[in-house]
């Protein structure tokens, strides 16, 4: 039985609490700490969250390519998906994350793209735009997740365009950008900007810490 087939016997058999956008679904969660899935279905792409006891212990996305688990899942979660939250049997639930658990519940908060990280600010620091523009040699590398870290904190993530685009909100400084995709982990680079706006192109063919500014 495929995966959407199994998925789709459980919800049959279990109730509808509503539908919820993906903060309201965290949200709902801690203040009704139920045992369910939610899930939301976008064209082609179907995403599962597990909640168990009102936590978000498990994720799931299917599309035409394949499925991801886990955190895998949850890094395609762009916020903007509506989902509906079924009541589900705990034994159930708990069976399913544990294929599927996620590790780093950071990640489902809403994508930080225009949210300002919080870091030591005693120097005196502005606000810029860094965009990203992600190339594997001339081509653009759509798709690609995109992590801002500063240390080992994870400081903001998302994927890029059809051009291969990705802009952040950061506090001015340096980071360390980590880019992946289905395959794995593709390159780190070293990031500083210390203007309003900045643009750069990241070839993740080339060498390390290889840039090129606009």
């Known amino acids: 039985m495929e995966i959407n087939d199994l998925m789709g016997e459980i919800l049959r058999q279990s109730t509808s609490e509503g539908h919820f956008t993906l903060d309201e679904l965290l949200r709902y969660g801690c203040s009704n700490p139920l045992t369910g899935i939610g899930v939301a279905k976008v064209q082609e792409q179907t995403f599962f969250l597990f909640l168990a006891g009102g936590e978000p212990d498990g994720a799931m996305y299917v599309d035409t390519m394949g499925t991801l688990f886990g955190d895998s899942a949850v890094l395609r979660l762009t916020g903007e998906e509506e989902f509906e939250l079924f009541r589900v049997t705990p034994s159930i639930v708990d069976a399913l994350v544990s294929r599927c658990r996620v590790f780093d519940k950071s990640h489902l908060k809403k994508n930080g793209r225009l949210e300002i990280p919080t870091v030591d600010t005693s120097a005196r620091q502005r606000i810029g735009v860094l965009s990203l523009i992600v190339c594997d040699g001339r081509t653009p590398l759509a798709g690609a997740h995109v992590a801002i870290r500063k240390g ?6 998302d994927v890029t365009d059809s051009a291969g685009k990705v802009s952040f909100r950061l506090l001015n400084g340096r ?9 794995g982990e593709r390159a780190r680079r070293i990031v500083e900007f210390h203007e309003p706006q900045v643009v750069e192109q990241i070839d993740i063919g080339g060498t390390d810490d290889e840039f090129r500014r606009r």
Do not use: A
């Not at 080992?152 to 993530?157: C, F, G, Y």
């Not at 950008?177 to 289905?182: A, E, N």
């Open 175 to 183: 980071y360390m950008c980590v880019i992946s995709d289905r395959i």
């Open 152 to 157: 080992k904190l994870v400081m903001t993530s």
